[in-house]
């Protein structure tokens, strides 16, 4: 999992509320990345940032928010706006966003479950 | 639809056997990536291969492009039990800034 980690490992929330999913990484790597992750499916993109206080949607960005004030962190907020959060979220990070030869690295991932 | 698809979707073979993976894409691509997924973890990322490649080892992986029918393969040589994972193609769509990635294909080594 590399310089990259996620808090927490699970997280479970009502319905109705807003949490937060906490994404750090120590690689020095300008552009982050959030990504959803259902049963037997691939990732889908739900922001990605290619720089300090810049970010953009990705594929499925209604319901999620995110900021970045800092180079290290990209916090993802599951708003109650979103109708089916229950999924595996992974975060990653590459050294360059753009890049032809940019390989992402991905935190442990954190399971969100909707009670 | 997703940009890469991955066939088959699930792979069960022996220790020792081969497996092999393969990955359809649907435009233009600058590369395409092979990552693995370990249960319940990150993706670890395995090779890169870039369109004016045709072939890349990695250990034991070989990896495989054919732009003229966009589609890859990976190949695993002498598997083992170890490598039981799901396998994900990735590409970037177009060239652009985002990676697609494909719904992956779960192999089960038995040991």
């Known amino acids: 999992d590399g310089g990259i980690t996620q808090s927490p490992k699970y997280l479970f929330r009502k319905e109705g509320q807003n949490v937060t999913l906490s994404c750090e990484q120590n690689?020095?790597?300008?552009?982050m990345y959030w990504y959803r992750q259902d049963p037997g499916q691939g990732l889908r993109l739900i922001y990605y940032?290619?720089?300090?206080?810049?970010?953009q949607k990705g594929d499925i960005a209604e319901g999620y928010s995110v900021s970045r004030e800092k180079k290290e962190s990209f916090p993802l907020t599951v708003t109650s706006a979103q109708k089916n959060p229950t999924a595996f979220y992974l975060c990653?990070?590459?050294?360059?966003?753009?890049?032809?030869?940019?390989?992402?690295?991905f935190g442990p991932g954190t399971r969100l479950t909707v009670l | 639809s997703q940009q890469g698809e991955e066939d088959p979707q699930a792979l069960s073979i022996q220790e020792g056997e081969n497996a092999t993976m393969n990955c359809s894409y649907k435009?233009?691509?600058?590369?395409l990536q092979w990552y693995r997924q370990n249960s319940g973890r990150g993706l670890v990322h395995l090779i890169l291969?870039?369109?004016?490649?045709r072939e890349k080892h990695s250990g034991r992986l070989r990896v495989t492009l054919d732009t003229s029918k966009k589609s890859s393969s990976l190949l695993i040589t002498a598997s083992r039990a170890a490598d039981t994972a799901s396998y994900f193609c990735?590409?970037?769509?177009?060239?652009?800034?985002?990676?697609?990635f494909g719904a992956g294909t779960r192999l089960f080594v038995k040991a």
């Open positions: 990735a590409t970037d769509e177009n060239g652009g800034f985002k990676t697609i």
């Open positions: 940032s290619q720089i300090v206080n810049d970010f």
């Open positions: 990653a990070s590459s050294m360059k966003s753009g890049a032809v030869t940019d390989t992402q690295y």
């Open positions: 435009t233009s691509i600058n590369n």
């Open positions: 690689l020095n790597h300008d552009a």
């Open positions: 291969i870039r369109s004016n490649e």
